[in-house]
T-cell receptor
């Protein structure tokens, strides 16, 4: 199946610093990537939809100035958590479709555990 | 409002003890229903896609079925390596968004 690579897998940072998370589709072109946030024992919550070459679409309640998303190429999307605070600590996961058809399955990265001290 | 509810939240089985996980959903129009497996600290791994009521898919010890209101993931003679969280997601025909349930945490004991 299609492979989505996400880095880093774990990051610990001080409050007030920014953290960048990368999501790459290794063997396919992903015109659309999705960023999720997951708290322990909870569901995946969609944060934003990232389209190559255009601005990301954020879900209600997600601060676009705090969670900066860039999708500069068909194989790379990045999520930058700006001025991180302890409440931003969470598991962040990216995903992508390997097909242009909108009802096709998503392939997920391995996730990034962010801990803000 | 689209909604996905999974039950039970957690399930402990003895090795070889078959069981079923439930995913109940409410959507204005179903474009697809997806099952994923998630191991701790990892991203979800795709298992099945179901598109219409009556459809069934199988893979090794897993079998997924779909009705107009729910989907079941049947696990036959599970092994300890089947221990994971199983996630269900639906995609709405109107919004194209994927709505995930909270998952069922399965533990299979040797």
């Amino acid at each position: 199946g299609a492979v989505v690579s996400q880095h880093p897998s774990r990051v610990i940072c001080k409050s007030g610093t920014s953290v960048k998370i990368e999501c790459r589709s290794l063997d396919f072109q992903a015109t659309t990537m999705f960023w999720y946030r997951q708290f322990p024992k909870q569901s995946l919550m969609l944060m934003a939809t990232s389209n190559e070459g255009s601005k990301a679409t954020y879900e209600q309640g997600v601060e676009k100035d705090k969670f900066l998303i860039n999708h500069a190429s068909l194989t790379l999307s990045t999520l930058t958590v700006t001025s991180a605070h302890p409440e931003d600590s969470s598991f962040y996961i990216c995903s992508a479709r390997a097909s242009p058809y909108p009802n096709e399955k998503l392939f997920f990265g391995s996730g990034t555990q962010l801990s803000v001290l | 409002e689209d909604q996905v509810t999974q039950s039970p939240e957690a399930l402990r089985l003895q090795e070889g003890e078959s069981s079923s996980l439930n995913c109940s959903y409410t959507v204005s129009g179903l474009r697809g229903l997806f099952w994923y497996r998630q191991d701790p600290g990892k991203g979800p791994e795709f298992l099945f896609t179901l598109y219409s009521a009556g459809e069934e898919k199988e893979k090794e010890r897993l079998k997924a079925t779909l009705t107009k209101k729910e989907s079941f993931l049947h696990i036959t003679a599970p092994k300890p390596e089947d221990s994971a969280t199983y996630l269900c997601a639906v995609q709405d025909t109107g919004t194209y968004k994927y709505i995930f349930g909270t998952g069922t945490r399965l533990k299979v004991l040797a």
